[in-house]
């Protein structure tokens, strides 16, 4: 169970810790596969031409995914933390990247073709949906995609990571794509069709250090501090040499999912 303090935090205090790792964020969170191109290619509609919002883009990963299936002039980015962005710039460049937030969207009603939102969606507020709405073109589509360690199947590191590391220090207000409740708010609206969902399951090489600092990229994590912090990776330290799979070694294989989910707004 969190303790009094990680329980007070805010959504927002925890969700601005982003902006300060943003440079391990983008060193160590492990791009999304190369296989969801043709997921997203057939069931977005996605073309040369096809214009679309990254929303809350982050560091790039999802737009420079996107960079095989169209030209950088038919992306547009939206992100809010300037740390983000900043990083964005350095990382992605050539794209356009505009501050503003799900519930804010800084683009004119039906301009865009798709949007896209790689592991945000379930910190957005209830306002967003209808934002999405408004500047989708008649029969856009929406994508929601998160990539996770699979932290059943994985090895036992990676699970106690999950369960005692990580989940004994998250504020219990912190939204999650594993509680579901993301999708409330599409299902309860009247403009998008139901929810369809593809799942990639792959696997990503980590090192340790890759393992430790994509830890320390969460949002609740990267909010604690720094004492507790280097309890946090003395602890990740213990589980991978309890773990006979990661003992001793430099590397090693992880399991991840990459969850797709797609619905279209009506005509």
């Known amino acids: ?3 009094p303090a990680a329980a007070a935090l805010t959504v927002n205090e925890v969700v601005y810790a982003f902006g300060g790792v943003a440079d391990i964020y983008e060193a160590y969170r492990p791009p999304y596969p190369t296989e969801s191109l043709e997921i997203l290619k057939k069931e977005l509609g996605i073309e040369n031409g096809t214009r679309i919002l990254d929303l809350a883009a982050g560091t790039g990963k999802v737009t420079r995914l996107l960079l095989n299936l169209v030209s950088l002039e038919n992306i547009v980015a939206v992100e809010p933390l300037d ?4 990083q964005f710039i350095r990382s992605t460049p050539g794209v356009k990247v505009l501050a503003g937030t799900a519930e804010r969207i800084p683009l004119e009603d039906s301009s865009v073709d798709v949007v896209i939102v790689g592991d945000a969606f379930h910190w957005f507020g209830v306002e967003a949906v209808s934002e999405i709405a408004r500047v989708l073109k008649p029969g856009g589509r929406l994508c929601a995609q998160w990539n996770d360690p699979d932290a059943v199947n994985g090895p036992l590191f990676m699970k106690n990571l999950f369960h005692k590391v990580v989940g004994s220090r998250k504020p219990a207000a912190t939204p999650t794509y594993w509680s579901g409740k993301w999708r409330a708010g599409i299902e309860a609206s009247s403009q998008f069709s139901p929810i369809r969902t593809t799942r990639v399951s792959h696997t990503v090489t980590m090192s340790p250090r890759q393992v430790e600092n994509f830890v320390l990229s969460l949002s609740w994590i990267a909010h604690l501090g720094e004492d507790e912090r280097e309890r946090v990776k003395a602890e990740i330290g213990r589980e991978l040499e309890a773990d006979p799979y990661s003992a001793g070694k430099t590397s090693f294989t992880v ?7 797609y619905t279209t707004l009506a005509k």
């Open 83 to 86: 740390g983000m962005r900043k």
């Open 255 to 261: 399991p991840y999912n990459t969850d797709i989910h």
């Open 1 to 3: 169970m969190p303790g």
